[in-house]
């Protein structure tokens, strides 16, 4: 057979998406079971935080003038127990809903979720109503600009790698030891199986597609990986997806942790974010051939110039998708974490983006990202700067790298064009310090967005320490 395509091809047509519900039909909500709806957010630091509202008190906000609910202006900035620079005890926000992302929630029988976006309460002289700190909103601005300016869509599939611990106190204990892959992880009848099938099933039921399950390398580790969808319906999904792993690990009386470096000489857990683009017109017959052509051949120019964005930013984007001292702990030169060197490679997890499937089906899977990140900030950082370069036209500067650029001599880098490529930062305040640097992100995200995250973030790692390495690690487990 000389075709050597492969894979499932997925196109923004094709994705499985659920229907749309027609939330005042209370004929069809009886129908799935629904008693109680969760007002769902995911803040700056990752934390999934929801109102549950009952179904009759729910009829009556969807009967209001801007259907939603209030919570406090400092939503976005509560870490922990303190709160971040910028904000205080004064002011509201009105949380207003989006219909399209309501799903049922299977992991909680009788309760459904929906997320929104933060608004103002009544109009403000710079911003009308519009919260430009709100994560969903920067991610749809960035979907938008995609279309209208470069016109592009994007679409989103993600592994999802945690580990199952039987106990956290006094020390961590996984509920198996076997290695990846192999059958020994999930023996039919053991608590793992049990959950890994009941995580299965409850996606299944909330309209999310499952591609596969699997053990994973590290003891108790395991990966859930969910098909593409458009970004913002990839990043509710994501937060749905975590949601089910940790209440029916729960359900079992065990622990699920995204903590992204647990053991410190076992590999850690990573969210492997994976991107796909699709031009919303046909390539014009007439365009002539660039010079990076030869840097990518496989890929088209949309491909091409997406991925140098994403390249090109990635020491600042690390503030984003690894947001804590221990995601820095994850990766590394050698140990197939997507190395330290912002380079792609075909099918190379030591590079930072991994280019997979056939041309006319590339996606690139972005490996320096991990679950203590809000998906909807990693998402509008990645293809925030991957819009920017496709408006730019900004062509690719380095080959594929077919070896760690770690093992590479300086010839090779040099044919490769890796020999001064950006690098992961080796701490989360380097990243914070690239991160306030970059005027472009800063343009596609919001200057104002960025300096209060960057506020956040710096509480959040001041937080998250505790008096010894081990007792950190631990408090790393609970809070992820």
């Known amino acids: 057979m000389s075709d050597a395509t492969h894979g499932v091809a997925y196109t923004p047509a094709t994705v499985e998406r659920p229907a749309p519900v027609n939330l005042q039909d209370d004929a069809y909500l009886d129908t799935l079971g629904i008693k109680y709806i969760r007002i769902t957010w995911s803040d700056y630091i990752n934390n999934t935080r929801y109102r549950v509202v009952p179904r009759k008190y729910f009829k009556k906000i969807l009967e209001s003038a801007r259907p939603g609910v209030s919570l406090t202006s400092s939503a976005l900035g509560i870490v922990i127990l303190a709160l971040a620079p910028g904000f205080s005890s004064t002011g509201e926000y009105h949380y207003v809903l989006d219909p399209s992302s309501f799903r049922v929630s299977p992991y909680a029988p009788g309760h459904a979720s929906i997320m929104g976006f933060f608004q103002e309460k009544t109009l403000s002289p710079e911003y009308g109503l519009t919260v430009p700190l709100c994560p969903r909103w920067i991610l749809k601005q960035v979907v938008d600009k995609a279309q209208s300016t470069a016109g592009v869509t994007y679409l989103v599939g993600f592994e999802s790698e945690f580990i199952l611990l039987s106990s956290t106190t006094p020390q961590l204990v996984p509920v198996n030891s076997a290695d990846w892959s192999t059958s020994a992880k999930m023996p039919s009848g053991s608590i793992e199986y049990r959950v890994m099938e009941e995580i299965a099933e409850c996606l299944d039921q909330a309209g999310i597609e499952l591609q596969m399950f699997h053990a994973e390398a590290a003891p108790g580790q395991y990966e859930v990986v969910t098909g593409p969808l458009p970004p913002m319906e990839a990043a ?245």
């Open 236 to 480: 509710d999904a994501l937060i749905q997806t975590r949601e089910t792993i940790y209440n029916i690990a729960s359900k079992h009386g065990l622990r699920a942790t995204f903590a992204p470096k647990v053991y410190p000489t076992s590999t850690g857990s990573g969210a492997h974010t994976n991107l796909s683009v699709h031009p919303t017109d046909a390539p014009s017959a007439a365009s002539p051939q660039r010079a990076d052509t030869d840097f990518g051949p496989t890929m088209n120019d949309h491909e091409r110039s997406f991925l140098q964005g994403i390249l090109s930013h990635i020491p600042a984007l690390c503030a984003l998708t690894l947001p804590t001292q221990y995601s820095y702990a994850r990766v590394g030169d050698g140990v197939w974490s997507g190395g330290t060197y912002a380079c792609w490679g075909t099918e190379n997890r030591e590079t930072t983006v991994r280019l997979s499937g056939s041309p006319g089906r590339h996606r690139f899977e972005c490996r320096f990202v991990d679950a203590t990140a809000n998906p909807h900030l990693v998402l509008a950082g990645l293809l925030g700067a991957g819009t920017k370069a496709l408006v730019d036209g900004t062509q690719l500067q380095s080959g594929d790298c077919v070896k760690p650029v770690v093992l590479m001599t300086d010839e090779e880098k040099a044919e490769k064009g890796v020999r001064n490529v950006g690098r992961v930062p080796s701490t989360l305040g380097e990243a914070r310090n690239y991160l306030e640097a970059d005027q472009e992100l800063r343009g596609m995200l919001g200057d104002k967005f960025v300096s209060t995250y960057l506020q956040v973030n710096a509480t959040l790692e001041k937080l998250l320490v505790a008096d010894t390495e081990e007792e950190t690690v631990t408090k790393l487990v609970n809070f992820y």
